[in-house]
C-alpha cells in the first residue's frame, strides 16, 4: 500500500482596519472570518475536486476558536489546516494562525459532507477516507 500524504494549506490575510475594534486589535469575529477563509481554501483545494461541485456539500457544525495572542494594524497572518479526524462523514480539521511567526490563535472545526437533494450526511469517498490511515498513526499535535 503506498503511503497516503496528508494535505496541509497555508493562506496567508493581510489584516484590514475594518477587521480592528475598539481597542484598535483585531477582533473576534475577524478572527473567525480569516479561518473560515482558510478553512474553505482547505476544502477547495483539497476535498471539493474528489466529492465534485453538484452532488454534496459541506456542513460546519463544530467550531472552536481559542484566542491567545493580541493583533494589531498593521499585520499580515498566515493560516494553517490540516485535518487531524477523519469519521464516516465528518471531517476535524484543525488550524493554526500566526502573525510574525507567532501563535496568535487555533480553531477546531468539524466539517459533515451532506448530500445535496436530502441533506443527509454521506459517507466520504475513498480518496479522502484513506486519510484516516496516516492520522490513526501518527499522534497529534493540538498546538
Known amino acids: 500500500m503506498s503511503r497516503v500524504e496528508l494535505p496541509e494549506e497555508r493562506v496567508q490575510d493581510r489584516i484590514r482596519v475594518t477587521d480592528l475594534d475598539f481597542q484598535r486589535h483585531m477582533g473576534n469575529t475577524a478572527f473567525t472570518d480569516l479561518f473560515a477563509n482558510a ?15 453538484d452532488e454534496a456539500f459541506f456542513v460546519l457544525v463544530h467550531l472552536e476558536v481559542d484566542f491567545i495572542r493580541q493583533v494589531h494594524h498593521p499585520a499580515t497572518v498566515e493560516t ?6 477523519v469519521g464516516r462523514s465528518s471531517l ?7 502573525s510574525d511567526g507567532e501563535l496568535v490563535a487555533t480553531a477546531e472545526s468539524v466539517m459533515v459532507l451532506a448530500e445535496r437533494d436530502t441533506g443527509q450526511s ?22
Open 39 to 53: 478553512r474553505f481554501t482547505f476544502l477547495n483545494h483539497h476535498v471539493r475536486p474528489v466529492v465534485g461541485q
Open 122 to 143: 454521506k459517507p466520504w469517498p475513498e480518496e479522502i477516507a484513506q486519510w484516516r490511515v496516516p492520522l490513526t498513526a501518527a499522534p497529534q499535535n493540538h498546538v
Open 80 to 85: 494553517t489546516t490540516r485535518p487531524v479526524k
Open 92 to 98: 476535524r480539521l484543525q488550524q493554526q494562525m500566526r
